[in-house]
């Protein structure tokens, strides 16, 4: 039996105690997801929201179930994007029949000029089965910052450029990066790395 | 001497291979100029690649400063460098130089860039442009529209490509 006198106390530093036992633990909830964070792998590629050379609005899930190849430009570029959109229509046509166990897919980064119709037009020079993807300025740097993507508007005079990843991007049917495709790489080379994944 | 005849001929050789679009060449002072052409652009752009090649035969230096081809409001002579994956597209000001006895591939990395396209290109139509040179002065050539895929049929084309 306690005096009287020590027991608000008693009753006192037990409040305090539990007060910074549950300081703590809510400390350590609070940073366990950061702390696991530093493990994760990087993720490249994930959920977007684009909208086609059709008009129509498509996602991530759009590729899902096949293996889907991602390209990165803008329409007003005279020699990186169409050698690259030519490379990609090569690859397809050197599938043959596989080539339909595939998708394509060319993102303009230049939202402001790359309207859906100029892209659909753009296309028909390049094999039919490409998707054009375009969006708002927001859209198209959230899926770039998904995917890693660099690019940057240059001033050029009254007109502009812009500086790209120009790689090709190989994503498996879960919607995982599986390889990566160099600017003019070695189509035999380019080809296997698609032909793994089917 | 022996070499440089030889690789002269090799060029003019490879150009002149059956089977290869029609070739053409244009001389202005101690310079030539090898098979201007323009790449056909994809539909809807108003944006295309011009490819040449000059040679040099002279003991000076020279320097292409600038180009006009009718169809193009206007055309800059560009570089493009892909470095670690990203690709990244200059203006040239100051043009290319043209170093006495070299050859001058403007096919791929460097290139002309033709802006403002008042219309679309077809496949095998020639098109009026002028170079001008610091030394040499201006010369009038034809730039021949072909396709894209023709860049795998001339000289000095990088991409490699399975027989």
């Known amino acids: ?198 | 001497m022996f070499a440089k005849t030889f690789w002269t001929a090799f060029i003019v050789a490879l150009i002149h291979l059956p089977g290869g679009a029609y070739a053409h060449d244009y001389r202005v002072g101690d310079l030539i100029v090898y098979h201007p052409w323009v790449v056909q652009p994809p539909n809807g752009t108003s944006v295309a690649s011009g490819l040449l090649t000059i040679e040099n035969t002279g003991k000076i230096s020279d320097r292409l400063v600038s180009v006009a081809i009718e169809v193009a409001g206007k055309v800059e002579i560009h570089s493009t460098v892909v470095s670690e994956g990203v690709a990244a597209m200059r203006t040239l000001k100051e043009g290319v130089e043209i170093p006495a006895g070299a050859s001058v591939e403007l096919h791929g990395s460097r290139h002309l860039m033709l802006m403002e396209l008042k219309r679309p290109l077809l496949l095998d139509e020639t098109l009026q442009g002028t170079l001008t040179f610091e030394k040499a002065g201006t010369l009038q050539v034809e730039f021949l529209v072909e396709s894209l895929s023709m860049k795998n049929s001339h000289p000095g084309h990088r991409l490699k490509k399975t027989p």
Not at chain 1, 60 to 75: I, Q, S, W
Not at chain 1, 80 to 90: A, D, I, K
Not at chain 1, 107 to 132: Q, W
Not at chain 1, 160 to 175: K, L, N, P
């Open chain 1, 1 to 198: 039996m306690l005096p009287r006198t020590r027991a608000p106390v008693v009753a006192l530093a037990a409040a305090v105690l539990g007060l910074i036992g549950l300081l703590g633990l809510s400390l350590w909830l609070g940073l366990k997801p950061l702390l696991q964070d530093q493990h994760l792998p990087v993720i490249i590629g994930g959920p977007f929201s684009l909208t086609n050379h059709r008009g129509e609005r498509i996602t991530e899930k759009t590729f899902l179930g096949k293996p889907t190849l991602y390209f990165f430009g803008f329409t007003h570029c005279p020699e990186v994007c169409p050698t690259s959109l030519m490379e990609m229509t090569g690859l397809l046509k050197e599938l043959g029949p596989d080539a339909n166990r595939i998708n394509a897919v060319f993102v303009s980064l230049d939202p402001e000029r790359d309207t859906k119709t100029l892209i659909a037009t753009y296309l028909e020079s390049f094999d039919s089965r490409i998707v054009g993807a375009t969006g708002s300025a927001e859209e198209i740097a959230d899926i770039a910052r998904k995917f890693r993507v660099y690019y940057r508007k240059v001033e050029e005079g009254e007109n502009y450029t812009i500086d790209h990843t120009a790689t090709i991007y190989v994503m498996d049917r879960e919607g995982g990066l599986a390889a990566l495709i160099d600017y003019k790489e070695d189509q035999a080379s380019a080809l296997r790395k698609i032909k793994r994944l089917l």
